[in-house]
Nanobody
């Protein structure tokens, strides 16, 4: 089994920055893709960003230019640096990992953007 634990969520003012982290542990055999999704109240879960083992990143249009995804393969960690945050970025952010045809999810960390 694979466990994913997110951290770093919290309350931030509009225009501020926050970094969320995700640690993967358990049966790690070579992770293909790691990423972040988010789910705002009353909305469906949506893709935020993904990153391959080699570091190729993909972003949702709504966050491109403001968010940066990165990973540390040696530590099995993935990060999401969020800048110029907007109230509409408020959501529970979920870490995800794709390995050997299987998808794994963390329990999420809440990010609230409000003054």
């Amino acid at each position: 089994q694979v466990q994913l634990v997110e951290s770093g969520g919290g309350l931030v003012q509009p225009g501020g920055s926050l970094r969320v982290s995700c640690a993967a542990s358990g049966s790690i055999f070579g992770i293909d893709v790691m990423g972040w999704f988010r789910q705002a109240p009353g909305k469906q879960r949506e893709l935020v960003a993904t990153i391959t083992y080699r570091g190729s990143a993909n972003y949702a249009d709504s966050v491109r230019g403001r968010f940066t995804i990165s990973r540390d393969n040696a530590k099995n960690m993935v990060y999401l640096q969020m800048n110029s945050l907007k109230p509409e970025d408020t959501a529970v952010y979920y870490c995800t990992l794709h390995q050997r045809g299987m998808d794994y999810w963390g329990k999420g960390t809440l990010v609230t953007v409000s003054s």
